[in-house]
């Protein structure tokens, strides 16, 4: 059974600091990771997927890398700001598991000004 | 992209009673997902819904207990039956696309 665990549990940074968030899973066997956003009263925004096959991925400020052999993802927040304020989630899709996520316990992160 | 609706936002119910939710997507989808998010927790897979079909649960979730309608491609119900204080949790309505969306969710409290 493929189990997803976040390093650290929490976080809070001044603003202006690089981050990074960590996410390690047992199974290599994975179809695709994806990194997310959840706000307080909100659902879920995606920030980031990595198909199995690739190393990383980009967008703006953040970049998230796939080590699928070791079971490790990161994200990196560059410059981080106080609205970057929120949960931080990652959860892996299995080879055969169309569409099921299993999902990390997440980083609740605090940047403060 | 996909747009994904639910309702409601928000519900205090009483023990013992039942509460339907409902997910409009703006686009047609093969397979819907429910998750549960209890509070401090993860989120965890509740059922796939698949339209024409019953919907296929997760181990430690059953039908009796979250009965899911689909009834076309753009619309399920998950109705948490019978409910208890352990039910508060938020309920999350997911599509896969090129990425995975989630509806906003329901945040339901069970007195």
């Known amino acids: 059974k493929q189990e997803v665990t976040q390093i650290p549990a929490a976080l809070s940074v001044p603003e202006g600091e690089n981050l990074v968030l960590n996410c390690s899973f047992t199974?290599?066997?994975?179809?695709?990771l994806q990194w997310f956003r959840q706000d307080p009263g909100k659902g879920l925004t995606s920030l980031l997927l990595i198909q199995s096959s690739q190393r990383e991925q980009t967008s703006g400020r953040l970049n998230a890398s796939l080590d699928k052999s070791s079971g490790r993802s990161t994200l990196y927040i560059a410059a981080s700001q106080p609205g970057d304020s929120a949960t931080y989630l990652c959860a892996v899709v299995g080879g055969t598991s169309y569409g099921k996520l299993t999902f990390g316990q997440g980083t609740i992160l605090t940047v403060h000004p | 992209s996909a747009v994904i609706s639910q309702k409601p936002s928000r519900d205090i119910c009483q023990r013992g009673t039942s509460l339907t939710i409902q997910c409009q997507v703006d686009?047609?989808?093969?397979?819907m997902f429910w998750y549960r998010q209890q509070p401090g927790q993860s989120l965890t897979l509740i059922a796939t819904a698949n339209q024409g079909s019953e919907a296929t649960y997760e181990s430690g979730f059953v039908i009796d207990k979250f009965p899911i309608s689909r009834p076309n491609l753009t619309f399920s119900t998950l109705t948490v039956s019978n409910m208890s204080p352990e039910d508060s949790s938020i309920y999350l309505c997911s599509v896969q696309g090129n990425i995975q969306y989630f509806g906003a969710g329901t945040r339901l409290s069970v007195l």
């Open positions: 199974d290599s066997a994975i179809y695709n």
């Open positions: 686009s047609q989808v093969t397979m």
